[in-house]
C-alpha cells in the first residue's frame, strides 16, 4: 500500500524562524494535503497540492509529483504555529485518507 | 456553512462496555469518513460511507461498526470496550467527487478505564 513519511518527527523553533517540513510518499498520487491539528485536535486543512506551489500567508507548499515529494515552508513562525503538521494522501481506489506521521513542532516565545 | 460537528466531544467508558459516537456532516457532504488517532498508531482509518453505504473498512476488529443515515449523519460504535480503544476519534465529511479534500469535525475524545 501507500507509504506517507514525514521528517523531521519533531521540531523545536524559535519565534520568527523559518523552518520546512518534507513529506515522501512510495506511489504516484495526484491528491496530496497538508493539515496543521492544533492542541486541541482539530485536523485543519492547510493546502490541497497535487503538483505545484501554492502559497497562503506565511505558509506555503510545494509538491513535486515526479520525485515523490512535497514540501511545507512555515516562514515568521509564530507560536500560533505550534502543533503536528500531517501530511496526507487520499487512496482514491478505497475512498480512504493515508496519513504521516507527523511533525510536532513547537515555537517558542 | 457549519462545520462538521461530531457529538458528545468527550467520553469516559469502563471495559466491556459500548460506546456510540455521531457525526454530522456539512451541509452537502455525502461522504463521510471515520478515523481513530493514538499516540502509538497515529492516524487510522475505519471506515467510509456514502448514501447509508460503506464503501471501505479499515482494519480493524469487527467490535468496531458504523452506519449513516439518509441525512448523510453518520454513527460509529464500539462494543465491548478495550484499554487499548482510548483514543481520539475524527469524522470528516467531503463532497461526492471531492473525496480527496477532507473536512474534519473536532473529534471525540474516548478514554476507556
Known amino acids: 500500500g501507500i507509504q506517507v513519511e514525514q521528517s523531521p518527527p519533531d521540531l523545536i523553533l524559535q519565534e520568527g524562524a523559518n523552518s520546512t517540513l518534507r513529506c515522501n510518499f512510495s506511489?504516484?498520487?495526484?491528491?496530496l494535503q497538508w493539515f496543521h491539528q492544533n492542541p486541541w485536535g482539530q485536523l485543519i486543512n492547510l493546502f490541497y497540492i497535487p503538483s505545484g506551489t501554492k502559497q497562503n500567508g506565511r505558509l506555503s507548499a510545494t509538491t513535486v509529483a515526479t520525485e515523490r515529494y512535497s514540501l511545507l515552508y512555515i516562514s515568521s513562525s509564530q507560536t500560533t504555529d505550534s502543533g503536528v503538521y500531517f501530511c496526507?494522501?487520499?487512496?482514491?481506489?478505497?475512498?480512504?485518507?493515508?496519513f504521516g506521521a507527523g511533525t510536532r513542532l513547537f515555537v517558542k516565545a | 456553512k457549519a462545520g462538521v460537528t461530531q457529538t458528545p466531544r468527550y467520553l469516559i467508558k469502563t471495559r466491556g462496555q459500548q460506546v456510540t459516537l455521531s457525526c454530522s456532516p456539512i451541509s452537502g457532504h455525502r461522504s463521510v469518513s471515520w478515523y481513530q488517532q493514538t499516540p502509538g498508531q497515529g492516524l487510522q482509518f475505519l471506515f467510509e460511507y456514502f448514501s447509508e453505504t460503506q464503501r471501505n473498512k479499515g482494519n480493524f476488529p469487527g467490535r468496531f461498526s458504523g452506519r449513516q443515515f439518509s441525512n448523510s449523519r453518520s454513527e460509529m460504535n464500539v462494543s465491548t470496550l478495550e484499554l487499548g480503544d482510548s483514543a481520539l476519534y475524527l469524522c470528516?465529511?467531503?463532497?461526492?467527487?471531492?473525496?480527496?479534500?477532507?473536512?474534519f469535525g473536532p473529534g471525540t475524545r474516548l478514554l476507556v478505564l
Open positions: 496526507a494522501v487520499f487512496y482514491t481506489g478505497g475512498f480512504k485518507t493515508i
Open positions: 470528516a465529511s467531503s463532497l461526492q467527487g471531492h473525496e480527496e479534500t477532507q473536512y
Open positions: 506511489d504516484s498520487v495526484n491528491n
